[in-house]
């Protein structure tokens, strides 16, 4: 196929029809799992040179940082190129060299790149893919499955669609006019900063921008280095031209330090903590006065997530939702279960259940099946979590009811943690961990109301949440009064686990820009619309009817 800006069709391109990606079960012994089970090995038994890429080169002799398995951190998987201040400009310019073919190539081309990319997800990367999620950033079979195999195959589908959808899209012309939408990718570079704890996301945020129309400056997390270059790898043989999306690792803060201070930046896509997306804002605020376009800032950020119990809750339905929602993939989802809210006849139901569930829940390496919890992603995490159940310990107001255990010789471990809690505003209910860590607060089951304006007002984040409740109206007062409280709710589920094409993520308050990436909204962000209305009879007379001859 042509590549570039050259038009090789007469007719209209439609999208094909997305569809998401079946969830492969990895049972014990399976094909699936055994194959799996080489790739883990594979990988586990190299060291992986992870290098930055700008312009489709590799740049050579840069220094190097370690790459280390959470759960086995004495197992070095990869040597991760660290990025000087010259790469970052180097980057920028290959990205802005890219941009002139880059957005007039035809949108169907372009999208087609990225839906090959979904067949390679899919099929001979997955196991790759998979591998190095598990190995790299410590997921389970399950976890690393819907994530780096799934997810991303359904982002790339899914927003290719949307994508076609949104070019397509044309305004009506009446009498006399032929009006039609051009949607350029943005004038300048997007910068995306993608976080560790979804190799889906790692390799969405650079896609999506692409596929608009953008060239892009991608730092993947250094934490999840190695799943995010066999992303890069799957782009590259997909065929994405040189330029488009640049790799540059290394320090976060020099390298957006560098992008935002350039008037070509025109977009900033990223994922992370509050923290620092507030820090990015502030840097891109600084240099308003200078920038050629205002850039575009599209930020999903942290939570601190509340699973909310009517008295009228089903309480196994209720159970599983706090175990799979609070401690699948260690906590590290910013959609995960953190605070509870629990009426006190429930809870005498419930209590000695829970702590019997979790103290029984696998905790280990994540190559063997029966593992439900892996470490968590490293030594600062672990830290940070020790810190956090320390703290809590000490306090009269908080009773550890299950977990509360870390070690640290082999990998980060940190046993998945309840407290229970009589102060619903204490740092357990307010602050984002990212970690296996929930705290439960009993309420009397009169207070539901009380309660409800609780959980809406604790905190500063707004990003999931959900609501356990079999009474009809019990779920519509609590949707009602968490209205602003959550971009996503769950009824009678967990509060993370939304799937591409079926429930849009994302959140406001301090979660966020709640752009809805896995959206046609979230594409959207990243074209700036030219409007051209072409006049086929053009008026010949300066006067107006209501003038008179
Ligand atoms: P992080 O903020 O530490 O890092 C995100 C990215 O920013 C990484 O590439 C990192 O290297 C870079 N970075 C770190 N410090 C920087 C700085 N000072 N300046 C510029 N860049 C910097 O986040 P993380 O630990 O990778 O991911 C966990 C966080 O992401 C959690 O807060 C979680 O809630 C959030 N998250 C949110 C969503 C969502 O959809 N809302 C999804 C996934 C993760």
């Not at 819907?146 to 899914?158: G, P, V, W």
């Not at 940070?384 to 159940?389: E, T």
């Amino acid at each position: 196929m042509p590549f570039g800006p050259v038009q090789h069709l007469a007719g209209t391109v439609r999208g094909p029809k997305p569809h998401n990606e079946p969830v492969r079960d990895y049972q014990p012994g399976s094909t699936e799992a055994l194959e799996l089970g080489k790739e883990l090995t594979r990988v586990a038994g190299q060291t992986r040179d992870i290098p930055i890429v700008i312009n489709g080169v590799e740049v050579q002799g840069r220094p190097t940082s370690e790459i280390r398995s959470p759960h086995n951190h004495a197992n070095v998987l990869g040597n991760l190129a660290v990025a000087e201040q010259s790469d970052v400009r180097s980057a920028i310019d290959a990205a802005m060299v890219a941009r002139h073919d880059w957005s007039r190539t035809p949108w169907w081309d372009r999208l087609s790149v990225f839906l090959r990319a979904a067949e390679l997800v899919s099929g001979k990367y997955r196991d790759e893919l998979n591998a190095t999620t598990m190995q790299g950033q410590s997921k389970t079979f399950h976890q690393a499955e819907i994530d780096s195999a799934c997810e991303l195959a359904d982002y790339l589908r899914f927003n290719c669609f949307w994508a076609a959808e949104i070019f397509s899209d044309q305004p009506a012309s009446i009498g006399g006019e032929w009006n039609y939408a051009d949607q350029r990718g943005l004038e300048g570079f997007v910068l995306a900063l993608t976080p560790f704890n979804f190799t889906a996301i790692a390799g969405n945020l650079p896609a999506t921008a692409a596929m608009m129309g953008n060239t892009v400056v991608w730092k993947p997390s250094e934490k999840s280095a190695l799943s995010s270059d066999v992303v890069r790898r799957v782009f590259e043989e997909a065929g994405i031209p040189p330029g488009v999306i640049n790799t540059v690792h290394g320090s976060g803060r020099m390298i957006s330090d560098i992008a935002a201070a350039d008037d070509r930046l025109a977009g900033l896509s990223f994922t992370g903590s509050t923290t620092v997306f507030r820090q990015l804002w502030h840097k891109v605020a600084d240099n308003i006065d200078h920038y050629r376009s205002y850039p575009r800032l599209v930020g999903e950020t942290g939570g601190k997530n509340a699973v909310v119990a009517h008295p009228s809750a089903d309480p196994s339905a209720l159970l599983t939702g706090l175990v799979r929602g609070a401690f699948e993939y260690q906590g590290q989802k910013c959609s995960a279960a953190s605070r509870a809210y629990i009426p006190r006849s429930l809870w005498h139901a419930i209590k000695e259940p829970l702590i019997e569930l979790v103290e029984a829940l696998p905790v280990g390496d994540v190559t063997e099946h029966e593992t439900f919890l892996g470490a968590v992603i490293d030594q600062e995490a672990y830290q940070r979590l020790d810190d956090a159940i320390k703290r809590a310990n000490a306090l009269d107001s908080h009773t550890l009811i299950a977990g509360g255990r870390t070690a640290s010789e082999e990998g980060w471990f940190v046993h998945p943690t309840v407290f229970q809690t009589e102060d619903p505003r204490a740092f357990t209910m307010t602050e984002e961990f990212f970690g296996p860590l929930l705290t439960v607060f009993v309420y009397d089951d009169s207070d539901w109301n009380t309660v409800l304006e609780l959980v809406d007002s604790t905190g500063f984040y707004g990003l999931s949440a959900s609501i356990y409740a079999t009474d009809r109206t019990a779920i519509a007062e609590a949707l009602g009064q968490l209205r602003d409280a959550a971009g996503y709710v769950a009824v009678n589920d967990k509060p993370a686990g939304a799937v591409i094409g079926q429930q849009a993520f994302g959140g406001g308050r301090a979660s966020g820009t709640n752009d809805k990436v896995g959206s046609p909204l979230a594409l959207q962000r990243w074209v700036s619309g030219r409007f051209i209305k072409e006049n086929l009879n053009p008026a010949t007379s300066w006067r107006y009817p209501y003038m008179g001859s």
